[in-house]
């Protein structure tokens, strides 16, 4: 039964990243927007698109977990900061959703794959 769970867990968190590069494919000038209102370039939108595909495409195959999933956890955290507007109560939301979400990434990174990978060999812990 763990591993089911580490299993559907770990689909959930890929689908979240796997939607957030649909989403910068489908509509680039939402992130591009909150990256140059931190005085950041917009072309960084593809790597973050990049990178959120990868990983979903890594924690979906179970290949390179521990390291993926902890990556993920400051991803998180990084980009909480574009929604820390303590005005505005669906960016607080979002900001502390990131921090629940960079939460299960980091369980996920110490606890590895589970039983149930796709591809590579599964490791005890860490992935």
């Known amino acids: 039964m763990a ?11 890929a689908a979240l990243f796997a939607a957030g590069a649909v989403q910068k494919v489908v509509d680039p000038g939402s992130a591009g927007a909150l990256l140059t209102g931190m005085d ?9 698109l990049a990178y959120n595909g990868l990983a979903a495409a ?7 977990v521990g390291p993926v999933a902890a990556s993920l956890a400051l991803y998180c955290a990084v980009t909480s900061v574009f929604h820390f ?3 505005d109560p669906w960016q607080m939301s979002i900001f502390v959703k990131n921090w629940a979400i960079a939460g299960g990434c980091l369980v996920l990174a110490a606890h590895g794959p ?14």
């Open 58 to 64: 890594a924690l979906i195959l179970g290949v390179a």
């Open 114 to 127: 589970g039983r149930y990978v796709f591809v590579g060999t599964r490791t005890p812990t860490g992935g």
């Open 3 to 13: 591993d089911l769970a580490v299993l559907v867990g770990r689909l959930l968190i």
């Open 85 to 87: 507007l303590p005005d």
């Open 40 to 48: 950041l370039p917009r072309l960084l939108v593809w790597a973050a």
